[in-house]
């Protein structure tokens, strides 16, 4: 269910895991996701479940399509943005999701401003600097003052987990330098996504890093662990009240 990592009386935040959903086998959990081998009728009730823990409407959703792109758009109705990787609100009861098995979930919110959004950042979402062109948006287009923003960076496979073959290792060396490839097979995306935020502004001190790896523990959806990359989606999501 839910864990919130966040909540004044302005704003909620938090990451759900795979457990107290209503899914039939075989997830048998709270799966998130519609279009992943689940049924939409078990996915609709798992977020009906998810509205009543915020005390929000189940129909007061915003999330994505996503599609490993480092497209970034506002939203101000409940519903499914297709083909982006993040949402931008400053609109109260309306909780935005970002949707994930074992890439990042990233939350963001600026108090002074009162905005908030999220961001899909997966392998490709990384390398294209998602986080980084997320904060810049909200500097340009909110007036946020970056100094300000909280992010949030969610449960993820982490760098021991996480082998990929060389010619992405090769193409991340010439993209982000060696900081990321770790044992020289495998990527530290957390890493990445902490360097990018940092990069813009953002203060060491409002960074906030899941350390758990998905991919080892069960309580969460691995789309690397899964067999046939059959599974749920677990989610972090972020609404102002
Ligand atoms: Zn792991």
Same mark, same amino acid.
């Given at each position: 269910?839910?864990?919130?990592?966040?909540?004044?009386?302005?704003?909620?935040? /938090?990451?759900?895991?795979?457990?107290?959903?209503?899914?039939?086998?075989?997830?048998? @959990? *709270?799966?998130?996701?519609?279009?992943?081998?689940?049924?939409? %009728?078990? !996915?609709?009730?798992?977020?009906?479940?998810?509205?009543?823990?915020?005390?929000?409407?189940? +129909?007061?959703?915003?999330?994505?399509?996503? !599609?490993?792109?480092?497209?970034? !758009?506002?939203?101000?109705? +409940? /519903?499914?943005?297709?083909?982006?990787?993040? *949402?931008?609100?400053?609109?109260?009861?309306?909780? &935005?999701?970002?949707?994930?098995?074992?890439?990042?979930?990233?939350?963001?919110?600026?108090?002074?401003?009162?905005?908030?959004?999220?961001?899909?950042? /997966?392998?490709?979402?990384?390398? &294209?600097?998602?986080?980084?062109?997320?904060?810049? %948006?909200?500097?340009?287009?909110?007036?946020?003052?970056?100094?300000?923003?909280?992010?949030?960076?969610?449960?993820?496979?982490?760098?021991?987990?996480?082998?990929?073959?060389?010619?992405?290792?090769?193409?991340?060396?010439?993209?982000?330098?060696?900081?990321?490839?770790?044992?020289?097979?495998?990527?530290?995306?957390?890493?990445?996504?902490?360097?990018?935020?940092? %990069? @813009?502004?953002?203060?060491?001190?409002?960074?906030?890093?899941?350390?758990?790896?998905?991919?080892?523990?069960?309580?969460?959806?691995?789309?690397?662990?899964?067999?046939?990359?059959?599974?749920?989606?677990?989610? /972090?999501?972020?609404?102002?009240?």
């Amino acid at each position: 269910m839910l864990q919130k990592v966040l909540e004044t009386k302005r704003v909620v935040a /938090g990451f759900t895991d795979r457990w107290d959903g209503v899914s039939k086998p075989p997830y048998n @959990t *709270l799966n998130l996701a519609l279009r992943v081998g689940d049924s939409g %009728k078990d !996915v609709l009730e798992n977020r009906q479940l998810l509205a009543e823990k915020l005390t929000i409407k189940p +129909s007061n959703f915003a999330w994505m399509n996503q !599609v490993h792109s480092d497209k970034i !758009v506002p939203v101000i109705k +409940s /519903g499914e943005v297709l083909k982006t990787d993040g *949402l931008i609100t400053t609109q109260p009861e309306l909780a &935005l999701m970002v949707l994930v098995a074992d890439c990042i979930p990233i939350l963001f919110y600026d108090p002074k401003q009162k905005i908030i959004a999220v961001a899909h950042a /997966g392998r490709e979402g990384s390398f &294209l600097n998602i986080a980084g062109k997320m904060i810049l %948006k909200l500097q340009k287009e909110y007036n946020s003052n970056p100094q300000n923003i909280k992010v949030y960076l969610g449960p993820s496979i982490q760098k021991e987990c996480y082998r990929v073959d060389q010619k992405i290792i090769k193409r991340f060396k010439k993209q982000w330098g060696e900081k990321y490839i770790y044992n020289n097979t495998n990527l530290d995306l957390p890493l990445l996504n902490q360097d990018q935020l940092l %990069k @813009t502004g953002i203060k060491k001190e409002n960074i906030f890093v899941s350390k758990i790896c998905n991919h080892c523990n069960q309580n969460y959806f691995s789309y690397r662990r899964a067999e046939n990359n059959r599974t749920g989606r677990f989610g /972090g999501i972020i609404m102002l009240k």
